[in-house]
């Protein structure tokens, strides 16, 4: 892991040449930068509450319904371009056609799986009793969700947030088809370049995208179940002492 951080990281420094080449390729990509992570964002939102609903079923009573496992995986099948693809079939006609939610929706139909994985993986590690008893002394579900659910799976929502933030950031196939005139991504923007030969440029782009990565990462540890919470608890043991 260290490795396939500091490698990217070391190949990158060299192309982008220096700070000031960094700069001058962030000025020119703001909007691009901005866009990319306004995209991201929504995804993860769009995609939350569907992937917990879809983990649910996964892992329900009796170990979830199997016939949930092929439907579920069957996004991750396709191609990027043939997801971009259906998209334009369903959506071009209608309002939502030209408009920047194609990409969202790009994003989490390809990722949408891959959060559900997630949270399916930790729902699975929690004693159903806990929840079963939650939801018996719950004042109301809204209260179940707060003060029971959510303490129990926070980390593990937030984990597959930051994937699919992560993974959104990154997305070139299907975004390439879907963005509307005029829109474009961080990623969508290296691939042009890519074309020109401007490496610098290059360079310094793909390292902006590497620590956007790398600040999800650290924030993807913080919040996970086990070792991240050890790790909030050690830094607020740490904190108190100070």
Known sequence: MALQIAVPLWVLLAKTGSVTSLFAALRESTG???YSLVVALAAVFLTILPALAAASCLVGRDGGNKLWWPILLFPLAIPAPLTGVGLIVLFNQTALGQTSLMPVLASTVRFLPLAALVLAGFLASINPLHLEAGKIFAVSQSHYFFNIF???AGGAIVCAGALVFTLSLGELGATLLVAPAGKGTLTMKIYN?????????????CLTMLLLVLATLVVGLAWWPRGGGSFLRG????KSKK
Do not use: K, N, Q, S
Request: glycine residues 22%; contains cysteine.
């Open 235 to 238: 830094w607020g043991c740490w």
């Open 32 to 34: 691009e930068l901005g």
């Open 150 to 152: 959510f303490p129990l």
């Open 193 to 205: 370049y890519l074309h020109y030969g401007a490496t610098e440029a290059v360079g310094g782009l």
